[in-house]
Nanobody, 119 residues
Framework: QVQLVESGGGLVQPGGSLRLSCAASGRISRIYAMAWYRQPPGKQRELVAAITSDGNTNYVDSVKGRFTISRDNAKNTVYLEMNSLNAEDTAVYYC?????????????WGQGTQVTVSA
């Protein structure tokens, strides 16, 4: 099994910044794509940003220019740097990873971390 543990969420004022981290551990031979999703209150979960194993990234339009996804393959960790936060960014943020192990490839989710943007 693989565990994804997120950290870095919290309460921040509009215009502020937060950095989320997600560390993967367990039965891992290789991690393919990693991503951050979010689920605002009363809404469906949406993809925020994704990064391939060789560093290619993509973002949902609403966060382009404000959020940056990155990863440290040596640490099996993905990050999400969030700047210029606004109330619409309030959500539970989830880490997601495609993980390879002895010929298998499975998808895993973290438990989620709350981000609240409020004055």
């Amino acid at each position: 099994q693989v565990q994804l543990v997120e950290s870095g969420g919290g309460l921040v004022q509009p215009g502020g910044s937060l950095r989320l981290s997600c560390a993967a551990s367990g039965r891992i031979s290789r991690i393919y794509a990693m991503a951050w999703y979010r689920q605002p209150p009363g809404k469906q979960r949406e993809l925020v940003a994704a990064i391939t194993s060789d560093g290619n990234t993509n973002y949902v339009d609403s966060v382009k220019g404000r959020f940056t996804i990155s990863r440290d393959n040596a640490k099996n960790t993905v990050y999400l740097e969030m700047n210029s936060l606004n109330a619409e960014d309030t959500a539970v943020y989830y880490c997601n990873a495609d993980v390879g192990w002895h010929g298998r490839r499975d998808n895993y989710w973290g438990q989620g971390t709350q981000v609240t943007v409020s004055a």
